[in-house]
């Protein structure tokens, strides 16, 4: 199986916009994460974002997915914030975000059982991310705050049936976030999530801003590593492990950690919203409740308007505040490389 889905190049192949965005023209978002709800069923300890009861009105998602399919956006996340199983009217969700020809993935704790909308996932999702962290109910519960792990396995299992049964082709995969519960548990995971019939197991660290303390040790570090190159006699052709490239920088053995770019140039390449219509500059301003990255209201405001404020807003990123290997900064490693002068250029 190829694992591509899962890669630090992707803008490469969007070359009209890269193309735009090397002249110095302006570029709508090719990628849009959304939040349904900031309902939860799970209280991880590492989570930052703000819970409540607060959801969508469908009315509004419905006009948010119009205006974004007016500017071309490609790809639409729907994670959180809350999960996004929990909002009532997921389905129909993912229905018309593919009836606007919008590719659909989804990020979720699994936890809600619900076959009608397993099939909505199956039918309109290119991807579905599962947050497992754990081989055990013991360290699910501390990790995550219920004791809610049985019920989870049983849904992974009911949705790669479905899977099967219905010959879809989503991907599906397990994610581990690796802390200093589970670290020891990692091999465990992976030969149990193995055995599931998932595409893929994903290992990746807790997220970290610049200035914040690492979350390893050189001796867990180390332990986490062992437990994946052992866990390696568990691949096979439609079952891959795939060691996080957040672990480049994340990692205790790198000195001087720094995000690789001096600006955040994917800015026009990607967007989030939250459940009351703001957009935001990433996800991670969502969480931080950024008004300074706060582009305007998708539900109340032109969509033209939101996309030609960016410019001037951006300026106020503070990159000392933002996460260390975010959602953007592969493709600001990779822009940021476009900026510079390569001598002999037409030497290949």
Same mark, same amino acid.
């Given at each position: ?24 023209? &302006? ?12 309902k ?23 006009k948010a ?15 959180g914030g ?18 606007? @020809?919008?590719? &659909? ?10 076959a ?24 699910y519960?501390?990790i ?16 790669v ?7 879809s ?32 197991f ?37 079952? @891959? ?8 920088t994340?990692?205790p053995?790198? @000195? ?24 935001? &500059? ?6 931080n ?19 030609s ?5 951006? @300026? ?11 959602? &953007? ?20």
């Amino acid at each position: 199986m190829d694992t591509n889905f899962i890669t630090n190049d992707k803008i490469i192949y969007h070359q009209q916009q890269l193309g735009s965005w090397l002249k110095g023209q &302006a570029v709508n978002p090719i990628t849009v994460e959304i939040h349904l709800t900031e309902k939860c069923n799970n209280r991880c300890f590492y989570c930052n974002y703000e819970k409540s009861n607060k959801e969508m009105c469908f009315k509004d998602f419905k006009k948010a997915v119009k205006k974004l399919s007016e500017i071309k956006v490609k790809g639409l996340i729907f994670s959180g914030g809350g999960d996004p199983l929990l909002y009532a009217q997921l389905s129909s969700a993912l229905r018309l975000t593919a009836s606007y @020809k919008i590719d &659909a993935a989804i990020i979720t704790n699994l936890l809600s059982e619900d076959a009608v909308k397993f099939q909505a996932i199956l039918k309109n999702c290119l991807w579905c991310r599962i947050s497992l962290d754990s081989s055990n109910r013991s360290v699910y519960r501390k990790i995550r705050g219920t004791d809610s792990f049985d019920r989870v396995i049983r849904n992974i299992n009911s949705l790669v049936k479905m899977k099967k049964k219905e010959d879809s082709s989503t991907t599906l995969g397990v994610q581990s976030v690796v802390n200093r519960y589970n670290y020891k548990d990692i091999f465990d995971e992976i030969k149990m999530v193995s055995e599931f019939g998932v595409d893929y197991f994903q290992i990746r660290p807790v997220e970290t801003k610049l200035n914040e303390r690492l979350k390893y040790s050189k001796k867990q570090y180390d332990q986490v590593l062992d437990q994946v190159e052992k866990g390696r006699r568990y691949e096979r052709r439609d079952f @891959k492990i795939i060691w996080s490239q957040k672990w480049d920088t994340l990692n205790p053995y790198k @000195k001087n950690r720094k995000h690789g770019f001096s600006f955040c140039h994917a800015y026009q390449m990607i967007l989030a919203i939250d459940v009351s219509g703001d957009a935001y &500059a990433c996800c991670h301003q969502i969480e931080n409740k950024n008004q300074e990255l706060l582009y305007g209201n998708i539900f109340r405001q032109p969509i033209k308007k939101i996309m030609s404020c960016r410019k001037e807003k951006i @300026k106020k990123i503070d990159l000392t505040k933002c996460y260390l290997e975010c959602r &953007a900064s592969s493709i600001n490693k990779y822009l940021e490389k476009f900026k510079k002068t390569t001598e002999h250029k037409n030497f290949l």
